[in-house]
């Protein structure tokens, strides 16, 4: 089944959604990089680089399927964190966006009938929850060191060892 119509413009929609979080991770490992905490900025290079992944599961199923994905504009974020706490909450704000955004394209391949999105929409759905639960679970550890120089640090070390 061709995708068409207001799915397809969603899923371009997507697409950029999802190129933006890359740069919204690019960002925040940036800002964690001028805090000298390398491990952490590691983790948010290697989600941004996630998300690039993301986006390219839409492209792919939209030329599968006949369609002709094309990239939104994608502005830098205006992001400036001066803690892992202001990062981590950055973030789980982001997934949370990203994550109703998902919500609403599952809504809609629904009304609109499209049963060929679905399986990659619940994919979407089920790593959404994983995402924002992964990120909630390092906010509230950031949030129990509370700024506590050696717990930074080995949570540091313990991000460092995310492969992308």
Known sequence: MELKGKLADAFNDQITLELAASTVYRQLAIEMDVLS???????????????????????????????????????????????????????LDHEKKVSESIRDLYRLAHNEGDIDSVPLLNWFIEEQVEEEATVGEILDRVKMINNDGNGLLRLDSELAARQV
């Open 37 to 91: 905490l390398p491990g952490v900025a590691g983790w948010f290079r290697a989600q941004a680089a996630e998300e690039l992944v993301h986006a390219e599961k839409f492209i792919t199923h939209m030329t599968d399927r006949g369609a002709h994905p094309a990239i939104g504009d994608i502005s830098a974020p205006a992001l400036r964190v001066s803690t892992v706490d202001g990062a981590f909450q950055a973030s």
